[in-house]
């Protein structure tokens, strides 16, 4: 099995502890009715050890982390249910200016960053573009050596608490990256709390005027910069869907041999555990997937890493459905209360199984190149 | 921060591919390409030429004489060997026999029989199953009664894959019948040419003979062919299924048999006159298949690792077992699927493939016993 360095397994254990003592339910709970729907004091500790700067470059305040340091926090995420906008700040922010961004805007931005001082988010998706990573409407029109945005984005997670946006808008030469404040001038925000209990943010773009530097890459480069930090995003994602359903597979464990009726514990029942058999299997499927999207994420060429992404996704999406449904279905009554935990961690894995592309849009993407590629 | 497992060893694969592709003779790879029933000698002299490498036994530890590669090593010598078109090493001496000589077996036992495993001398079958004791495998009732020196056997085996083929089987017999069921077994190696011992074919859905019933009628057995310690033999029979599902998993098969479905719809009209290959819908189960696929792939060399840190199968084996054999039967499924009404004449071997790897779900412990196997022995129930 892959096995992670002695760093690693220090690291994971400090923020699993972190986590289970400072990260009750109940605290959750209190955390997601509040305004922002995170935790300023959660996040201050996730910075205080390490995880913000874990994956941010060396040169800027960070530790050089990659892909399979992300899967050890986001695993970690999984598990403890957590709200705070690790993936729209750190993996989706922080990612796509570290990719994009040159020398002086990652100096600006990426130590912040990694203190906590500094959230940011992603604003690329729009009403109607589904998937689609290239269907974008949102214009920037040259103004003096600046710009002006136009235009509406759609799903931009915790983009109403991000200090900046980051935001994919055409201009002459194509879809092209740029850093906005949120609360420039014109920049309208609708937050709404989602059905896993986090937040997403609509935009509305008026005349927004951002200086020169405000340009995040190079101009009509966007889209393969953004599939590439979403294809991070997904095997991120991977990893916490792998970390939920962990505790949806302990804590039903747990249910089946407490739980009595007709005189035994349920968990004495071949059928229901059979069942608990196929969730361990899907579990590890997927785990074994989302371990081999994150091994793949760097140093593969475009084509290939997408290919795996995808499948990781299908994998993993379809392992989340399974393993959240039976949850509850195995929790019975209470299963689908609000009160326990099995339909909170149910909830999010539904979310995550939509997420950039759900099955079909990812098994169709895998499946563009099934003839022209040789089965690795 | 190398991910451990994926690593490739290029220079192994390289070394793996020149060797199998100057040595694998042409006429054996056709055969085992077109699907075509393999003989002894068809098995026997690609084991030989294995061995004659130091290749036969990639498990095994150095000292037996076995090539202790690493499991990245042993996953991509069975892929190279299954892509080439290569018979697959069988398994009841190397996987299965073999190690529990090795780890239970006296001195004398491992000279005298792990030699003979690696030069494909003696061909071994399994005699575990019986006609009353399947799934309930502890439930066996050959009998084996010691006399001074020698133990008299007398009972029936069944499903003993190519026992027409075997110098040698190693048996599941009782040796008592107090206490639990599973106390009273023991592990006996039996000569297949003893006076007393009857091999009756038993013919598949395919039309083939694969597997047979095995009749024991007063075998004498030298006592110095029980493996271990009498009523013992259950602890070594579990053992041995470790290894056993480990090796099912088959991922450089189910990737030569992905390969030729692929090609199968490039060529196979849909139901819309086009190529298979470019139907949508069709398009997607293969996809799924080739997730499935990697996925399979992954966890045999997650399983491997694991095996390889502990000296032992796990109860993991279990889930790579139902894993595999799923994506076994789902691929000839497909295949035959993808033929459409061109798979009715019969024989042909895209269609025998189907009916035959209807066994793969229960071999080696059904898999709703492997789900009885996760449930115990990984949750806890």
């Not at chain 2, 056709?30 to 498990?59: C, M, T």
């Not at chain 2, 026992?163 to 039996?190: K, M, N, Y």
């Amino acid at each position: 099995m892959y096995s992670f360095t002695g760093e690693q397994q220090q690291f994971r254990d400090s923020l699993q502890r972190l986590l289970r003592e400072d990260y009750p339910f109940d605290r959750r709970r209190g955390i997601a009715r509040s305004a922002s729907g995170w935790s300023v004091e959660t996040w201050r500790q996730l910075a205080e050890v390490g995880a913000l700067a874990l994956s941010l470059p060396e040169a800027h305040g960070g530790f050089g982390g990659g892909a399979m340091d992300t899967f050890l926090v986001m695993e970690e995420c999984g598990r403890a249910l957590l709200l705070e906008p690790y993936l729209s700040t750190i993996v989706l922010g922080a990612g796509t200016v570290a990719r994009a961004g040159n020398e002086a805007q990652r100096a600006a931005i990426l130590p912040a960053v990694g203190r906590g001082e500094r959230q940011l988010a992603l604003a690329h998706y729009e009403p109607g573009s589904r998937y689609a990573l290239d269907a974008i409407a949102c214009e920037a029109r040259r103004d003096g050596a600046g710009w002006v945005l136009s235009g509406a984005k759609s799903w931009a997670l915790n983009g109403a608490t991000a200090d900046q946006l980051i935001v994919s808008a055409r201009t002459a030469k194509g879809p092209s990256l740029f850093l906005v404040d949120r609360t420039a001038a014109g920049v309208g925000v609708r937050d709404y709390p989602m059905y896993d209990a986090r937040r997403a943010a609509d935009l509305q773009l008026d005349r927004v005027h951002v200086a020169p530097d405000a340009l995040l890459g190079e101009e009509g480069e966007a889209v393969p910069c953004v599939a590439a930090i979403i294809d991070t995003a997904i095997a991120a994602l991977c990893a916490e869907a792998v970390g939920a359903m962990a505790i949806l597979l302990e804590t039903t464990g747990q249910y089946l041999k407490t739980r009595k009726q007709f005189g035994t514990p349920i968990g004495s029942f071949q059928v229901l555990q059979h069942r608990m058999a196929d969730m361990l299997l899907e579990t590890e499927a997927a785990r074994s997937m989302a371990l081999l999207a994150a091994s793949r994420m760097a140093g593969a060429p475009p084509g290939e890493r997408s290919r795996i992404v995808s499948a990781a996704k299908v994998r993993v999406a379809e392992a989340a459905r399974h393993v959240g449904q039976q949850a509850v279905q195995l929790h019975g009554g209470v299963g689908v209360t609000d009160e326990l935990p099995v339909s909170h961690y149910f909830r999010r894995l539904t979310l995550i199984e939509m997420a950039f592309g759900d099955v079909d849009y990812h098994l169709g993407r895998f499946g563009r190149h099934l003839f022209d590629t040789q089965p690795q | 921060m190398q991910p451990g497992f994926f690593v490739e060893d290029t220079a192994f694969r390289t070394n793996v591919r020149e060797f199998v592709r100057a040595t694998l003779p042409v006429d054996l790879r056709h055969k085992v390409l077109a699907g075509g029933r393999l003989e002894k000698e068809d098995y026997l002299s690609w084991h030989r030429i294995l061995f004659a490498q130091g290749w036969i036994a990639p498990n095994w530890p150095r000292v037996f004489g076995g090539c202790e590669w690493s499991p990245v090593q042993q996953h991509i010598f069975e892929e190279e060997c299954a892509l080439a078109g290569a018979p697959g090493i069988m398994p009841f001496g190397i996987r299965m026999v073999g190690p529990v000589i090795m780890k239970f077996g006296s001195a004398a036992q491992q000279q005298r029989f792990l030699p003979r495993i690696l030069s494909g001398e003696d061909w071994w079958c399994q005699g575990y199953s019986e006609p009353g004791a399947g799934s309930d495998l502890a439930s066996l009732r050959t009998r084996a009664e010691r006399r001074g020196d020698h133990y008299i056997v007398n009972g029936q085996k069944t499903w003993t894959t190519l026992a027409q083929f075997a110098d040698w089987i190693f048996c599941l017999v009782r040796t008592a019948t107090s206490g639990r069921p599973q106390e009273g077994i023991s592990f006996l190696l039996i000569d297949m040419r003893t006076k007393g011992v009857t091999v009756r074919p038993i013919i598949m859905l395919d039309g083939e003979h694969e597997i047979n019933e095995v009749w024991f009628e007063d075998v004498e057995v030298p006592a110095a062919n029980l493996v271990g310690e009498e009523n013992k033999g259950w602890t070594y029979a579990k053992y041995l299924l470790g290894h056993e599902r480990t090796g099912n998993a088959g991922v450089g098969q189910c990737k030569r048999w992905l390969a030729e479905l692929k090609a199968l719809a490039q060529h196979q009209p849909g139901n819309d006159g086009r190529p298979l290959a470019d139907d949508a819908r069709f398009r997607d189960r293969i996809a799924r298949l080739e997730i499935d696929l990697m996925t399979l792939e992954v966890m045999n060399l997650r399983v491997l690792a694991l095996e390889q840190e502990r000296h032992a199968p796990g109860p993991e084996a279990s889930m790579l077992k139902i894993m595999g054999s799923e994506l076994q039967q789902a691929l000839t499924e497909t295949t035959m699927q993808a033929l459409g009404h061109g798979a009715a004449p019969y024989p042909q071997p895209l269609t025998g493939r189907y009916l035959n790897f209807r066994k793969a779900t229960i071999y080696a412990g059904s898999n709703e016993i492997q789900r009885n196997i996760i449930a115990r022995h990984m949750l806890g129930f």
